[in-house]
């Protein structure tokens, strides 16, 4: 079975700084995704970035970029020039590549922006 | 991007009741649907995948008989959750995945089960 680890319980970063939010998986397979959700107050889940194992360039949104290293099984989330509307849970998830399994979750990261 | 609704937002019950949450993808078909379980402040817990026209797989440690899923068209899933007792109250989000392309995950808005 798969497994997503965060060992960050809670982050604090301040405005307009940037902050790296780690996670790492175990999987003894080599089709996979893995992705970083952001849970605000609202409960609802929105993809903030996902990455297809078979591809070396790191995937990038606008201010969100991940770190991915496939043979250290890692793969941090960095927010560039974070804002106050980025305060939320963030949770590393993995994917098997035939898409017939649910996401396994990591335990979430709690990110806080001092303003 | 695509929508998934999910009624009702919040629900309150008593004990031994049943109560229905349902799942739709309002714009887009989806042969696969899944259902979470989050307790406060906790991480999101695979509880069965729902797939159009057959029976639901249930991870390990989910009670079948007590979490019905149905997902009787390629739009909707229903989560029935059976004789309800305090302790199933939690927060249960469902996702929707894309029949087609890419086969993305969409999530519901979630529904918060309170029994009382």
């Known amino acids: 079975a798969q497994t997503v680890t965060q060992s960050q319980p809670e982050m604090s970063v301040q405005e307009a700084e940037t902050v790296t939010l780690s996670c790492t998986y175990d999987?003894?397979?080599?089709?996979?995704?893995l992705f970083w959700y952001k849970q605000p107050p609202s409960r609802q889940m929105i993809l903030v970035i996902r990455q297809e194992a078979y591809k070396q360039q790191n995937a990038t949104e606008n201010r969100f970029s991940v770190n991915f290293q496939k043979a250290a099984k890692s793969f941090s989330l960095k927010i560039s020039d974070s804002q106050l509307g980025d305060a939320a849970m963030y949770f590393c998830?993995?994917?098997?590549?035939?898409?017939?399994?649910?996401?396994?979750f990591g335990k979430g990261t709690h990110l806080i922006i001092q303003p | 991007g695509a929508v998934v609704s999910q009624h009702p937002s919040r629900v309150i019950c008593k004990s031994g009741t049943s109560v229905k949450i349902e799942c739709r993808s309002l714009?887009?078909?989806?042969?696969?649907m899944f259902w979470y379980r989050q307790f406060p402040k906790q991480s999101l817990m695979l509880m069965a995948t729902?797939?159009?026209?057959?029976?639901?797989?249930?991870e390990q440690g989910v009670e079948k008989d007590k979490f019905l899923i149905n997902h009787a068209s390629l739009t909707l899933s229903t989560l029935t959750v059976t004789s309800a007792h305090p302790e199933d109250s939690s927060f249960y989000i469902c996702?929707?995945?894309?029949?087609?392309?890419?086969?993305?995950?969409?999530f519901g808005e979630g529904s918060r089960l309170t029994v009382l």
């Open positions: 714009d887009f078909q989806a042969t696969t």
């Open positions: 996702s929707a995945r894309l029949a087609t392309g890419t086969g993305e995950l969409f």
């Open positions: 729902s797939n159009e026209g057959s029976k639901a797989t249930y």
């Open positions: 998830a993995y994917r098997s590549g035939g898409g017939a399994d649910g996401l396994t």
């Open positions: 999987t003894s397979e080599s089709d996979y995704y």
